[in-house]
């Protein structure tokens, strides 16, 4: 009996309890944290983009080929702007990993 519950508890050694031992009122608390924390995307990376003069852009995020409009793009600094999940906008260069975000 006892070597059922060694090897039991055992195998659940290395996981977390997660709120398992925390009051009604602190576990709310803890979901109501989780809820409320901002949840920002990072910005992706621009491999680079193509313009066409018959057809719209694409742009290469992340390794990928992305549709694009014609307003994304600002040839004069060979930027473009990006709108992540979380509604951020961001404007990136090609090989620059920083961009600037504006809401």
């Known amino acids: 009996m006892i070597g059922a519950w060694l090897a039991i508890s055992g195998k659940a050694h290395g ?4 709120k398992l031992f925390f009051s009604p009122a602190e576990r709310l608390q803890i979901d109501r944290e989780r809820r ?3 949840r920002t995307a990072s910005p992706p990376r621009l491999d680079g983009f193509i313009t066409r003069s018959n057809g719209p852009p ?4 992340d390794g990928k080929a992305v549709p694009a409009s014609p307003r994304q793009i600002h040839p004069q600094d060979a930027s ?12 990136l260069q ?3 990993p920083s961009s600037t975000a504006r809401p």
């Open 15 to 18: 996981e977390p309890l997660g």
């Open 36 to 38: 409320a924390a901002p």
């Open 58 to 61: 694409t742009l290469f995020l």
């Open 80 to 91: 473009v702007s990006v709108t992540t999940a979380d509604g951020q906008t961001h404007r």
């Open 94 to 96: 090609v090989g620059n």
